[in-house]
């Protein structure tokens, strides 16, 4: 049974970095059949994707636009995790971010396992 | 970018309706959709994939259909526990998009 466990700080001031760890049991972030990414949702924006990584022969990263110049995400093969930084946050980046597996489906993929979400609050 | 337009954005049933909820797509997604449940305080979850097909453990009650542009997902018998928030999702290509969500309450 997969199930991915997120831990970080719930409170992070303005022009600083949010944190964030997603650890997996039950599947390995190296899988050559997943997708391992970071999802936020808030009133303003509803659900929206950050970025995702994986590994197919190498190690490969994807970002939203809307992010790209202030997100990392990077897997930890020693310890089966992956995480999300996130560089000079304002109160917009105030949301509850989860990580999410995107798991092979028929034609494609689907967020098939969720972590259980961490409601991040940007403020001094 | 790839819009999702769900509709109706909530809707308000009794125990045993039939409820639809659509989403549209900004251009052709051929049956690159997922649709996902989520209750107050919980991550969302995966109900349909690929348009159409049933996720592992889903009651039968729901269903999805269409490709290209529209797409349909259907409660064929609504049940206090189905009271949630719905939500499309594409995955035909970068930035992957969701809809903006139906809430589904009961009468």
């Known amino acids: 049974q997969v199930q991915l466990q997120q831990s970080g700080p719930g409170l992070v001031k303005p022009s600083q970095t949010l944190s964030l760890t997603c650890a997996i049991s039950g599947d390995s972030v190296s899988s050559n059949s997943a997708l391992w990414n970071w999802i936020r949702q808030s009133p303003s924006r509803g659900l929206e994707w950050l970025g995702r990584t994986y590994y197919r022969s190498k190690w490969y990263n994807d970002y939203a636009v809307s992010v790209k110049s202030r997100i990392t995400i990077n897997p930890d093969t020693s310890k089966n995790q992956f995480s999300l930084q996130l560089n000079s946050v304002t109160p917009e980046d105030t949301a509850v971010y989860y990580c999410?597996?995107?798991?092979?489906?028929?034609?494609?993929?689907?967020?098939?396992?969720w972590g259980q979400g961490t409601m991040v609050t940007v403020s001094s | 970018d790839i819009q999702m337009t769900q509709s109706p954005s909530s809707l308000s049933a009794l125990v045993g309706d039939r409820v639809t909820i659509t989403c549209q797509a900004s251009?052709?997604?051929?049956?690159?959709l997922n649709w996902y449940q989520q209750k107050p305080g919980k991550a969302p979850k995966l109900l349909i994939y690929?348009?159409?097909n049933l996720e592992t453990g889903v009651p039968s009650r729901f269903s999805g259909s269409g490709s290209g542009t529209d797409f349909t997902f259907t409660i064929s018998s609504l049940q206090p526990e189905d009271i949630a928030t719905y939500y499309c999702?594409?995955?035909?290509?970068?930035?992957?998009?969701f809809g903006g969500g139906t809430k589904v309450e009961i009468k």
């Open positions: 690929d348009a159409s």
């Open positions: 999410a597996r995107d798991g092979e489906t028929r034609t494609g993929y689907a967020f098939d396992i």
């Open positions: 251009q052709d997604i051929s049956n690159y």
């Open positions: 999702q594409h995955f035909a290509n970068l930035p992957l998009t």
